[in-house]
């Protein structure tokens, strides 16, 4: 794991066996973060079934819940004023305080001196988030992958102008966005003039445009693909 | 016709089976079978046929002649939808080259790669995808048998005559009655299904029974969208829900079916009406085609849907043990195009593209007030992960819920077309 320019966790781009790339990485080595947790956390934190608050608050339902927000824990005024001020635990805000806790909650009683190794961290993290509610159950949860910059892709697969590859993108689309050019709820995409279509797509992808569904499906589209898509929509009859 | 070796499949599985060579021209069609004509097997059939353009032999094996699609049946016991508007018949399927064979099928016999339909014929495969939903899990609710009981406390979890039962039931409840939901455990179909349902059933009650009452026992302690579906319950149908979790008894019911009352944590109450949504596991064909685990559910490869019991079959939607993707319409229907691809690739040559996945789930609260979660998805080595997820949030103004839901129209009409033609 390398840290990113904007200090979030960076993902090499892992090559599976057959050479497709991975779109995105696991977050570590769950069992190895299993070690680490009995071995740095367990003296103060409990986690998993019948898991109580001791030293330290149970770490149960961690991830995405607010700092300092476990009912019958007293934490600290530090603790607790970043809770209020809006921080969550994710993927990105553990790494920086299990690696230095001081240095993101500066009063916090959490005596431990930090985790430098930074594969380490993610172990750790990969065990924890099995303690958080599931994705299949609460599809809002946190995500248990990182996503990876999706640029690389059309490298390896040199799918440039290619229609199939516009097409196969294209069926993601049409479960909401009707091929038949219909409009109800849902704006028609099909018969754009390409240029509208490839800006519209990249409006979402860098957040401009709001609709968080529309960010999110522009937002894993190479330039390439948007290319592809829109050449592909402007035929549609 | 040449082996297209950019084929860009998953670690792991059988890549010697994917590189052999696919059928000679000169022999019979590769034959694709689909048990389940749902959101799952439907999209794949029909985009089978349609992506092959003739070189596949696909046949659809779904026991209904008419499909009535689970999503937006709460719309219609609220009484936003007719219940025609939720059937599907499968003729453009057919006219768009799929054999449909409405039978249940009752065998599978993988090593003779055949499916048996209930009148005794046989089906050969070189491919067979099982989309067959889920089944209940016996036992699940202490006191209460889909065999004996489904007619009196509806499920109402397979659309269909159960819907309207329920509904019916809603509607015929005495004035100041009870109306109970026994919430079922995780894993299940469609995570905020039955929280809509219970807006739907209130919506229906405040307008034609506003002194009856509404019970959900539930043994999750929290549940999809539940900060926004309790703002909307508050909102809309103040002081008529209560929800009941596993810390008051939530996880230790028991119901009576004959004699209409549900027992929460040692105490009686009386019931006027009741919907039971049992544990669930896969649809039973899975479990006899012998590709399902200990927990109930059909392990796959995240990057193709593929079996990793059988390399030949392919398992999509609420049967498969589908990682961090919940057991949706739209999932399936997601996941069906990835395996539809991958199958046609091995049998044809077709090129096969890195498998994507998405899913959104709308709910509605009220008229003109529908909310939605959903998330990107990608294959990992373990699984199917989640990546990137939206919800709605408390205290959106009524235009962007109104806006909302009429996403939500247009994506039942999409889907339908995507699955039926």
Redesign the interface.
Known sequence: MIRGPRGKLAALVLIAATGAPVAAEEIGDADRGANLFKQQCSACHQIGEGAKNRVGPRLNGLFGRKAGSVDDFSYSKSMARMGADGLTWTLDTLDPYIENPKALISGTKMNYSGLKDAEGRAALISYLREFSDAPSNIPEAEPSIIGTDHELAPAILAIKGDPAYGEYLSSECVTCHQKDGSDQGIPSITQWPEEDFVAALHAYKEKLRPHPVMQMMAGRLSNDEIAGLAAYFATLK | MTLNR???????LA?GAILSAPMVWGQAKPKVVVIGGGAGGATAAR?LAKDSAGALDVTLVEANPIYTTCFFSNLYIGGFREFESLQHGYDKMAAGGVTVINEMATGVDRAAKTVTLAGGQDLPYDRLILSPGIDFKEGSVAGWSHETHAEIMPHAYKAGPQTQLLKAMVESMPQGGTFAMVAPP??YRC?PGPYERISMVAHVLKNSNPTAKILVLDP?D????QAVFEEGWAKHYDGMISWIGPEFGGAAVEVRPETMEVVVDGEVTKVDACNVIPGQMAGKIAAIAGVTDDKGWAPVDP?SMKSKIDQNVFVLGDSAA??????SG?AA??QA?VAA?TVRAELTG??A??A?Y????WSLLAPDDGI?????Y?????KI???????SVTGEDAALRK?T???????Y???T??MFG
Not at chain 2, 372 to 376: H, I, L, T
Not at chain 2, 385 to 391: E, K, R
């Open positions: 950019r084929m860009f499949l998953g670690t792991g890549t985009y995780n894993p995570p999750k929290k549940f999809s969208k990057y589908q990682g961090d993707m919940p057991k739209f229907n997601s195009k691809m077709s090129k593209f890195p994507k998405t899913n959104t789930c939605k979660v959903g998330a990107s990608e294959p990992t080595a373990e992960a989640s990546m990137d997820s939206f919800v806006a839901y009429e996403e939500s129209l247009g994506w009409a999409g889907i077309a995507d």
